[in-house]
């Protein structure tokens, strides 16, 4: 029974350059979430998104950054035109049910972002 | 505004101690959970208290949850090396919110 799945484990990107981060949530978890984490941080929030729908991107900056859950295929986060201070650990996240008591979340290993 | 804030930022104690850290959060709330992260991994959930309960234990865990004071321990005794992560807790509000948000953490090292 994997758990959440995300690839890449580490990417490098040059400054303006695209960085797509993919997220397979556990086998029948429909609440995807994505989460950003600088080093020596906690985790702060970034969007959160059912099959289809974003319901909850309120951490996500308005520029450059935007997430999909399709109906196939796993939960994308892309940034557009990277910048060093895009540079950090991207962890997904998804859970069973859904807010407003969404309970224990399930966590991939994370993405890692450096921007040179 | 950030939920969930840990106190202290960093812990060191010696392997046998206990280990007690605590959890503030600004807004009415569902449920608290906290969760572990060793460097490097992913964040592995350890309990869940819901806001009816006061207190609950899972193996060498112990959590307290005042919501009068809105604040939350977590106790971790007989510590072992294998203990050293940094530990957050995660508030999900009942304010209409569809997120839940963690803390800054405590990173606590057990010396061996």
């Known amino acids: 029974n994997a758990g959440v799945m995300q690839n890449p484990r580490h990417l490098v990107r040059r400054r303006g350059q695209e960085a797509r981060l993919r997220c397979s949530p556990m086998?029948?978890?429909?609440?995807v979430y994505w989460y950003r984490q600088l080093p020596e941080e906690g985790l702060k929030f970034m969007v959160y998104?059912?099959?289809?729908?974003?319901?909850?991107e309120s951490g996500m900056p308005k520029e450059r950054f935007s997430a999909e859950f399709p109906k196939e295929g796993p939960s994308i986060l892309r940034i557009q035109q990277v910048v060093r201070g895009d540079s950090a650990a991207y962890f997904c996240a998804s859970s069973p049910q859904g807010a407003p008591n969404t309970g224990e979340l399930f966590f991939g290993e994370g993405s890692r972002l450096t921007v040179l | 505004s950030q939920q969930g804030e840990e106190d202290p930022q960093a812990l060191s104690i010696q392997e046998g101690e206990n280990a007690t850290m605590n959890c503030s959060y600004k807004t009415s709330i569902n449920n608290l959970q906290w969760y572990r992260q060793n460097s490097g991994r992913g964040l592995v959930h350890l309990i869940l208290?819901?806001?009816?309960?006061r207190e609950k234990h899972s193996g060498r865990l112990r959590v307290t949850l005042d919501t009068s004071k809105k604040s939350s321990s977590l106790l971790i005794t007989a510590s072992r090396a294998a203990d050293t992560a940094s530990y957050f807790c995660?508030?999900?509000?009942?304010?209409?919110?569809?997120?839940?948000?963690f803390g800054a953490g405590t990173r606590l090292f057990v010396k061996a």
């Open positions: 995660a508030t999900d509000a009942d304010t209409g919110g569809f997120k839940t948000i």
């Open positions: 998104l059912q099959k289809e729908n974003i319901i909850d």
């Open positions: 086998k029948g978890h429909s609440h």
């Open positions: 208290i819901r806001s009816n309960e």
